[in-house]
């Protein structure tokens, strides 16, 4: 039996809208494989009851078949489905480290990102790579069609999930199909503004990259309470604020002498509008790792 600990991650960031991600220390799937002749799937956890354990729906079944690895899979879920915390991509990222290893089919964890991809079509309708490629790899990553870079980085992070639901299928509805120019010269400005601070170690200037004037004011209007959220936090010292992912978790960038008082005010705003949340103080941390 292989055993994997595959984390959450945060993808985005705002400006890196499919492109960027970053991985957390916690929360965590852990997926455990062992060979069989057919595909079964066990799942325990936060939100296992919503979790389809038919290989079809679920997104490690991709990950089997793109592998050709059939087996009997336990998923336990540390990481709440439709959080805008990578859920669905930590299970295929995991799953695609431990039957890599299971089947030694001998790829490099570069090469398991687009096979992890393929789960996170099965649930969005997109191979999106931007949370199961910092899942796999750690740090801060760029995916694009090219590739994946990952970055080591020294930056600290408060994710707050409140008790809302949103569906990254859903989510991606409200994606606006055009942009202007303007716009997009703008995100370009800020995406390369984020990579430079992860470079750096910068929270100033990841923060300052985070704005996006395309993707977040859409998502925004599906977390209630996101505008006071935002606020929140930049007065307790978070240097950008963005939707995670997909949402409805919202993310502070900010100095690790700063988290508490974040995560303590964006748990009180979403209180204020009558939502409940927990907050995770998290870094940019590693990718998944065989127990
Ligand atoms: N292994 C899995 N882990 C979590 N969710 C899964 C898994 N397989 C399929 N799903 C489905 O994916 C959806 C959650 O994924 P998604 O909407 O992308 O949220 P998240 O942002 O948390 O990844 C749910 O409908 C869930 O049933
Ligand atoms: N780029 C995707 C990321 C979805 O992240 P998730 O954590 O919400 O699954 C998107 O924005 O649709």
């Given at each position: 039996?292989?055993?994997?600990?595959?984390?959450?991650?945060s993808?985005n960031?705002?400006?890196g809208?499919?492109v960027?991600?970053v991985?957390?220390?916690?929360?965590a799937?852990?997926?455990?494989v062992?060979?069989?002749?057919q595909?079964?799937?066990?799942?325990?956890g936060?939100?296992?009851?919503?979790?389809?354990?038919?290989?079809?729906?679920?997104?490690?079944?991709a990950?089997?078949?793109?592998?050709?690895a059939?087996a009997?899979?336990?998923?336990?879920?540390?990481?709440?489905?439709?959080?805008?915390l990578g859920?669905?991509?930590?299970s295929?990222?995991?799953?695609?480290?431990?039957l890599?290893?299971?089947?030694n089919?001998?790829?490099s964890r570069?090469?398991?990102?687009?096979?992890a991809?393929?789960?996170?079509?099965?649930?969005?309708?997109?191979?999106?790579a931007?949370n199961?490629?910092?899942s796999i790899?750690?740090?801060?990553?760029?995916?694009?069609?090219?590739?994946?870079?990952?970055?080591?980085?020294?930056?600290s992070?408060?994710?707050?999930?409140?008790?809302?639901?949103?569906?990254?299928?859903?989510?991606?509805?409200?994606?606006?199909?055009t942009?202007?120019m303007?716009?997009?010269?703008?995100?370009?400005g800020n995406?390369?503004?984020?990579?430079?601070?992860?470079?750096?170690?910068d929270p100033?200037?990841?923060g300052?990259?985070m704005?996006?004037?395309l993707?977040t004011?859409?998502?925004?209007?599906?977390?209630?309470?996101?505008?006071?959220?935002?606020e929140a936090?930049?007065?307790?010292?978070?240097?950008?604020?963005?939707?995670?992912?997909?949402?409805?978790?919202?993310?502070a960038?900010c100095?690790?002498?700063?988290?508490?008082?974040?995560?303590?005010?964006?748990?009180?705003a979403?209180?204020?509008h009558?939502?409940?949340?927990?907050v995770?103080?998290?870094?940019?941390?590693?990718?998944?790792?065989?127990?």
């Amino acid at each position: 039996m292989i055993t994997v600990r595959a984390p959450a991650t945060s993808a985005n960031l705002g400006s890196g809208f499919d492109v960027f991600g970053v991985a957390f220390d916690r929360p965590a799937d852990i997926i455990r494989v062992e060979r069989a002749e057919q595909t079964t799937i066990d799942i325990t956890g936060v939100g296992s009851q919503y979790i389809p354990t038919d290989p079809d729906a679920n997104t490690v079944g991709a990950v089997v078949d793109a592998l050709d690895a059939p087996a009997h899979i336990e998923i336990d879920k540390g990481v709440r489905p439709a959080s805008g915390l990578g859920s669905s991509a930590a299970s295929a990222a995991g799953a695609a480290v431990a039957l890599n290893e299971l089947y030694n089919r001998g790829l490099s964890r570069s090469e398991l990102v687009p096979i992890a991809a393929e789960g996170e079509a099965v649930v969005s309708g997109t191979a999106h790579a931007d949370n199961v490629a910092p899942s796999i790899l750690g740090g801060f990553t760029i995916a694009t069609a090219d590739g994946v870079e990952s970055v080591s980085t020294d930056i600290s992070l408060v994710a707050c999930l409140p008790e809302i639901a949103v569906s990254t299928r859903d989510a991606r509805r409200v994606v606006p199909e055009t942009a202007q120019m303007a716009e997009v010269v703008e995100t370009v400005g800020n995406a390369a503004t984020l990579a430079v601070g992860m470079c750096r170690g910068d929270p100033d200037l990841v923060g300052r990259g985070m704005d996006d004037p395309l993707v977040t004011p859409a998502r925004a209007e599906l977390i209630t309470g996101y505008d006071a959220v935002r606020e929140a936090a930049v007065d307790a010292g978070a240097t950008g604020v963005t939707v995670s992912g997909a949402g409805p978790s919202v993310l502070a960038v900010c100095r690790a002498r700063d988290q508490r008082a974040v995560g303590s005010a964006m748990l009180t705003a979403f209180d204020d509008h009558e939502v409940d949340a927990r907050v995770y103080q998290t870094q940019v941390s590693d990718g998944a790792t065989i127990l």
